[in-house]
C-alpha cells in the first residue's frame, strides 16, 4: 500500500482540514476508482472545501446513490421526509400517478419517487442549467425540464399532477452568511436565496400550482420549522387543505397542500 492509500494517514489530513467525519470520508475516498494522483486530486479539492458529495460525484439518498456535479445543491437527509410522504400521498392513488419533482437540483427525490413506484410518471425541472444536467444522470433525460418553476413543464401536464413536491430555496438571503462553508461558498445562490423572508419561491409555487394539480392531487414543499406556519398560509391561501409534517429524526419539516374532491378547502 501506498503512503497516500494510508487510511490513518488521510484521515488526519482530511481530519486538519476541518472535516468533522475524517475516517468515514477517508474510507469513501479510498474506495473510489482511480490510482494515487486521482485520489490526491479529491483530497486536496475536499481539503479545500468543496463537498465530499461533489467531489465523489455521488451522494447516498434515500437508500439510491445519486449522481451529484459540482454547484449543484447535494441532496440532504432532511429531505428524505418528501419522499416518505410522496409514498403515503401515492398509496391511494394510480400505479401510473403523475409526479413533478419541481426545484429538482440532482433530481434526488425524483428519482427515490421513481425508484419506489416503478409505474410513476415522474417528470423534475429546475431554472439552473448545471442541476437540470445533472438530473439528467438520475432520471430519465427527457422528463427533465429547464425553466422556471411551472411553467418549465410541458402544457400536457396541466391539471393531471397527481404529486407536486418541492424543496425550493427557502433560506432568508441574510442567513446565506451563516450557512456551512460547503453549502454557501460551493452550491449555487439560485438553489439556496429565497429572498428577504426565506419564502420568496414558495409564495410563486402557492400562486402558480393549483391548475397543474387534479382534483385530489397535492403539492408537498419542504420549509422550516420556524417557516411552516408562513410556507401554510401560502398554500391555504389558494384554498388548498394544509397540513404540516415534521421529522424531528432527520430535522426535516413540510407542509403538503391538497386540492380537496369539492375543490375547497
Ligand atoms: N436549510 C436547508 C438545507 O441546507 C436549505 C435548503 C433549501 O433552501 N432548500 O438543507
Excluded at 65 to 94: K, N, Y
Aim: charge should be negative; aromatic fraction near 2%; glycine fraction near 8%.
Amino acid at each position: 500500500m501506498s503512503d497516500a492509500r494510508d487510511p490513518v494517514a488521510l484521515a488526519a489530513r482530511l481530519r486538519a482540514a476541518g472535516c468533522v467525519f475524517a475516517e468515514d470520508e477517508a474510507a469513501l475516498l479510498l474506495a473510489e476508482d482511480g490510482d494515487d494522483a486521482a485520489l490526491d486530486a479529491m483530497v486536496a479539492r475536499r481539503c479545500a472545501g468543496e463537498p465530499l458529495e461533489t467531489v465523489l460525484g455521488w451522494a447516498r439518498f434515500a437508500g439510491l446513490r445519486v449522481h451529484v456535479e459540482p454547484g449543484v445543491f447535494v441532496p440532504r437527509t432532511r429531505t428524505e421526509l418528501l419522499v416518505d410522504l410522496v409514498d403515503e400521498l401515492l398509496a391511494d392513488g394510480p400505479d401510473d400517478a403523475l409526479v413533478v419533482d419541481l426545484c429538482c437540483g440532482t433530481g434526488a427525490v425524483g428519482a427515490a419517487v421513481a425508484a419506489r413506484h416503478p409505474a410513476a410518471q415522474v417528470h423534475a425541472a429546475d431554472v439552473d442549467p448545471a442541476a437540470v444536467a445533472c438530473a439528467r444522470h438520475n432520471l430519465p433525460p427527457d422528463r427533465v425540464h429547464a425553466g422556471d418553476l411551472l411553467s418549465a413543464l410541458p402544457a400536457s401536464l396541466r391539471g393531471r399532477v397527481d404529486v407536486v413536491v418541492a424543496n425550493a430555496p427557502y433560506v432568508p438571503t441574510a442567513a446565506i452568511a451563516t450557512m456551512p462553508p460547503e453549502a454557501r461558498d460551493h452550491e449555487a445562490r439560485v438553489a439556496l436565496d429565497g429572498g428577504e423572508d426565506g419564502l420568496a419561491v414558495h409564495r410563486r409555487i402557492a400562486e402558480q400550482v393549483r391548475p397543474w394539480l387534479k382534483v385530489g392531487g397535492a403539492v408537498l414543499v419542504e420549509t422550516s420549522e420556524r417557516q411552516a406556519p408562513t410556507t401554510a398560509t401560502l398554500l391555504a391561501a389558494q384554498g388548498l387543505a394544509v397540513r404540516v409534517h415534521r421529522d424531528d429524526e432527520r430535522d426535516g419539516t413540510a407542509v403538503v397542500g391538497r386540492l380537496a374532491e369539492d375543490g375547497l378547502s
